[in-house]
């Protein structure tokens, strides 16, 4: 029975990375359950002994990835030199970051499909939150004359210019030039918003 419960967690765990992995890549709609218990090496039916829908798994996903996300940030500004926040940003708007959505933040790859699909609204809000929360633990440290009451705006005015910029940057991926230009403007848009009051 222990054995069974442990592989049934891991089946759970595989089809939440492949589906966040196919939803960021190829978007909600270009992904359907098959293909999902398919890249975990499952069968189809494995998927809803899981989750009720599409939909409850790409909610689910969403907030799994920008959890990790979070995490990630959190190691990146903790190993970072100088300047850690410069550091979470300098990773976000790479064009590494740019060029592989299907690993790369979810926010960035799904936010616009909230219009087109709600159900992802609470996975994607609550993953959303933990980048916030990363962003405000960074700052205290990175900028340590930001007034604690301060760090919530200067997180979302981080994380807007960072979000943001990715998406222009990719929308102008066949201009390299304006594409490597968004990439810099947001790097210095989101160094300012961390610095203002």
Known sequence: MRV???LQAEHRVAMLRQASRLFRAHGLAGVSVAD???AAGLTHGAFYG???SKSAIAAEACRESLTRAAARWLDI???SGADPLAAVIDAYLSESHRDQPGGGCALAALGA???REPAIVPGLGDGTEALLAALEQIL???RPALAAE???AAALAVLAAMNGGLQLARALAARPDRSLAALAAARHAALRAADLP
């Open 113 to 115: 499909e909230t219009v």
């Open 50 to 52: 899981h989750f009720d």
């Open 150 to 152: 301060h760090c919530p």
């Open 140 to 142: 205290a440290t990175a």
């Open 36 to 38: 999902i218990t398919h």
């Open 4 to 6: 069974t419960r442990q």
């Open 77 to 79: 500004a903790a190993q």
